[in-house]
């Protein structure tokens, strides 16, 4: 495989990975503008726990899943961490002329700055990132072996796992995601949550009487 067809290759993954994710970051953002909706409203906010419970529960296993799409290592796993691994092996591959050439408007002052002061891309970097991506979702990774994976119909487990963590690990992942997006298509992203649109309308628009029904 030549060099553009390896770029190419990349290129690609890159964008599955940042559709990937999207979903997450879209669900993120509901979740936490649903959670403003109800402790705005005093006439709820203690009275459905059970439905709330419930949504963050399943919220959590979806972005367990999802963050763990990331840190998937399996060899056929479209993944930011193999990404990277494979970006490391081949690093020599990413330089500045073709980061420019390919760019158009970009300069190389920016790609010394973000990716590699030699005029290449920089192997120190790119472990740097692998690490901070292992280091972020070690609770991720122990938790949905034990409680997603592989729990048996009669265990319980005592090991819970923080929103803090899921949220570092998002942040973590999210800016790697639009770094290297940067690096292999020029892509300037600031965030990778969608347009919301108008989803809330069933949550804040009345429409519910005692003379109606909703089945």
């Known amino acids: 495989m030549n060099n553009l067809d390896q770029i190419k290759n990349w290129q690609k993954e890159i964008e599955a990975i940042t559709s990937d994710f999207e979903d997450l970051m879209y669900s993120k953002y509901q979740i936490e503008e649903l959670e403003k909706i109800i402790r705005a409203n005093e006439s709820v906010k203690n009275t459905v726990s059970s439905f709330w419970e419930h949504y963050k529960l399943n919220y959590t296993y979806f972005a367990i899943s999802k963050i763990f799409h990331q840190i998937d290592e399996h060899p056929d796993s479209s993944s930011l961490i193999n990404l990277l691994k494979d970006l490391l092996r081949n690093y020599k591959v990413i330089t500045e002329g073709w980061w420019i050439g390919d760019g158009m408007a970009l300069c190389t002052q920016t790609f010394r700055e973000e990716f590699g ?35 048996s119909r009669n265990e319980t487990f005592e090991y819970r796992i923080a929103n803090t963590k899921i949220n570092e690990a998002i942040t973590v992942i999210e800016k790697l995601i639009i770094k290297y997006q940067l690096l292999l298509t020029q892509s300037g992203y600031e965030l990778l949550t969608p347009e919301p649109d108008d989803w809330n309308e069933a949550f804040i628009i009345p429409w519910i009487n005692k003379n109606n029904h909703y089945e």
């Open 117 to 151: 002061k030699t005029g290449i891309l920089d192997p120190e970097l790119v472990r740097r990132n692998i690490n901070s991506i292992e280091d972020v979702t070690k609770d991720i990774r122990k938790f949905r072996h034990k409680r997603i994976a592989h729990k």
